[in-house]
């Protein structure tokens, strides 16, 4: 079991939809981050949140809006996708910013799909 | 701008052999490497990892071993079990730096 939960497992939406993901850790950990994947590619980095802080956006677009609502909560607000959008998003948490020598803990992600 | 490099999409080994996954990086400044595993539908599972200042780290049936001047690291598995069936992951990333870059993948079947 994972101590990353991440809902929807799996979410449909047309490109017109608005539509959140959400992640939730409980392991008390003060960094959180969204990856994003897509088949046979390695998972690239989205945003880090640190302390509750947006502390990296690797240039996403905003059509992607993440939200940290408090240290165990992390959202990402998706409005306007477009087809190409479609990948599997990962949740990640780590013990604070910039651990060293910590690994992350990832989530079991959420397969969107993007018509 | 691909920093972590895996350059065998797969590799099957026969149960009880050693497996053998390798990754290339680009960035020296890296200074602290993981290995994940992934099972289909799961996230990414830390699995192992090493410090820069280190150039062995074995845990059980799994070692990581670093070569700092090739820019190299390997994952042995030994002996490779079936359960051991999935895509590796190589990660990297500088501490005191959120930033960690991940290779494509390995994925490994083990036969019985």
């Known amino acids: 079991d994972t101590e990353v939960t991440q809902t929807p497992k799996h979410l449909v939406m047309g490109m017109t939809n608005k539509k959140s993901l959400k992640c939730e850790q409980h392991?008390?950990?003060?960094?959180m981050y969204w990856y994003k994947q897509k088949a046979k590619k390695p998972p690239e980095l989205m945003f880090v949140?640190?302390?509750?802080?947006?502390?990296i956006n690797e240039s996403v677009p905003s059509r992607f809006s993440p939200e940290c609502p408090n240290s165990s909560l992390l959202n990402l607000h998706l409005h306007a996708l477009q087809p190409e959008d479609s990948a599997l998003y990962l949740c990640?948490?780590?013990?604070?910013?910039?651990?060293?020598?910590?690994?992350?803990?990832f989530g079991n992600g959420t397969r969107l799909t993007v018509t | 701008d691909q920093q972590v490099k895996q350059n065998s999409p797969s590799l099957s080994v026969q149960e009880g052999r050693i497996s053998i996954l390798n990754c290339d990086y680009t960035?020296?400044?890296?200074?602290?490497f993981l290995w994940y595993k992934k099972y289909p539908a799961e996230g990414p599972t830390f699995l192992i990892s090493?410090?820069?200042?280190?150039d062995k780290n074995e845990d059980g049936r799994f070692t990581v071993f670093l070569n700092k001047s090739a820019k190299h690291l390997s994952l042995h598995i030994v002996p490779s079990q079936p359960g051991d069936s999935a895509v590796y992951f190589c990660?990297?990333?500088?501490?005191?730096?959120?930033?960690?870059?991940f290779g494509a993948g390995t994925r490994l079947t083990v036969k019985p």
């Open positions: 990640a948490s780590s013990p604070s910013p910039g651990s060293y020598n910590s690994p992350l803990h």
């Open positions: 392991m008390g950990h003060r960094a």
């Open positions: 949140y640190s302390y509750e802080k947006l502390s």
């Open positions: 960035n020296s400044m890296f200074d602290y």
């Open positions: 090493i410090s820069s200042i280190k």
């Open positions: 990660a990297a990333k500088e501490n005191n730096n959120n930033d960690m870059r």
